[in-house]
């Protein structure tokens, strides 16, 4: 099992940009997949963006072009930069994990774009 841990999330306003955070427990080359997913108000919780161990990227059609994630393999971190954001980008945002078929989740971080 992997624990997640997101960091702060918060209010900006359209257009703005923001970075969250995501503390693996153990050594991210062990896990296949991380990724981001997130869940708006009265939504399902969707696919945002995944980066894989061997570095590919892929990311919902909603927000490709506009958000990067990236990893740090020293210090067993995710990151989404979060550009040009829009209203509609409102959402808990959600760290995980997957490998060997399981799927670990961090507790989610609040995201407000609102002016």
């Known amino acids: 099992q992997v624990q997640l841990v997101e960091s702060a999330g918060g209010l900006v306003q359209p257009g703005g940009s923001l970075r969250l955070s995501c503390a693996v427990s153990?050594?991210?080359?062990?896990?296949?997949?991380m990724g981001w997913y997130r869940q708006g108000p009265g939504k399902q919780r969707e696919f945002v963006a995944r980066?894989?161990?061997?570095?590919?990227?892929e990311f919902a059609n909603a927000v490709k072009g506009r958000f990067i994630i990236s990893r740090d393999n020293a210090k067993n971190t995710v990151q989404l930069q979060m550009n040009s954001l829009k209203p509609e980008d409102t959402a808990v945002y959600y760290c995980?994990?997957?490998?060997?078929?399981?799927?670990?989740w961090g507790q989610g971080t609040q995201v407000t774009v609102s002016s």
């Open positions: 995980n994990a997957r490998s060997l078929g399981r799927d670990d």
């Open positions: 153990r050594s991210i080359f062990t896990v296949a997949a």
């Open positions: 980066i894989t161990n061997s570095g590919t990227t």
